[in-house]
């Protein structure tokens, strides 16, 4: 079994353990050591029951989040529906519905799919590397 060797950092002792544990495919990745992990995501395709992705949220030094990459996947196209809120009059258009394509797999729809339906350039080899948008009491655009 190859050991990592322990990193000692300040007065506090922060450890790395033995690892990783399970195949040897794939791009390594070291998101460095943080005060505590606060959250984890886990994304399983539902379809091979295997995971192929997870994301850790970290609290760093100053006591900010910060979350890591999705290790294994990036995002490469967002699609869905943008239209009226059930009731509510006027000229209003908000996301209905969302669909992420990242270069595995695809996450959802999410919401209902009602409205004008729109998609990004997915099919390009490029990666998403930013969103923008507007929102106020819904998500009214993102691109």
Same mark, same amino acid.
């Given at each position: 079994?190859?050991?990592?060797?322990q990193n000692?950092?300040?007065?506090?002792?922060? !450890?790395?353990?033995? $690892?990783?544990? %399970?195949?040897?495919? #794939?791009?390594?990745? +070291?998101?460095? @050591?943080?005060?505590? &992990?606060k959250k984890?995501?886990?994304?399983?395709?539902?379809?091979?029951?295997?995971?192929?992705?997870?994301?850790?949220?970290?609290?760093?030094?100053?006591?900010?989040?910060?979350?890591?990459?999705?290790?294994?996947?990036?995002? !490469?196209?967002?699609? $869905?529906?943008? %239209?009226?809120?059930? #009731?509510?009059?006027? +000229?209003?258009? @908000?996301?209905?519905? &969302?669909?992420?394509?990242?270069?595995?797999?695809?996450?959802?729809?999410?919401?209902?799919?009602?409205?004008?339906?729109?998609?990004?350039?997915?099919?390009?080899?490029?990666?998403?590397?930013?969103?923008?948008?507007?929102?106020?009491?819904?998500?009214?655009?993102?691109?």
């Amino acid at each position: 079994m190859k050991l990592r060797l322990q990193n000692l950092i300040n007065k506090g002792i922060f !450890v790395r353990s033995p $690892g990783p544990w %399970g195949g040897l495919e #794939g791009r390594e990745f +070291d998101d460095g @050591v943080f005060s505590e &992990i606060k959250k984890v995501h886990v994304h399983e395709c539902v379809d091979t029951n295997a995971i192929f992705a997870v994301q850790f949220m970290y609290v760093k030094k100053d006591g900010t989040t910060i979350w890591s990459p999705m290790h294994m996947a990036y995002l !490469v196209g967002i699609e $869905g529906f943008h %239209g009226p809120v059930d #009731g509510i009059t006027g +000229d209003v258009s @908000v996301m209905r519905s &969302i669909t992420f394509h990242t270069n595995k797999f695809k996450y959802g729809p999410l919401g209902s799919e009602i409205g004008k339906f729109f998609t990004s350039s997915k099919g390009c080899d490029g990666k998403i590397v930013g969103v923008f948008g507007k929102s106020g009491a819904y998500l009214s655009s993102i691109g």
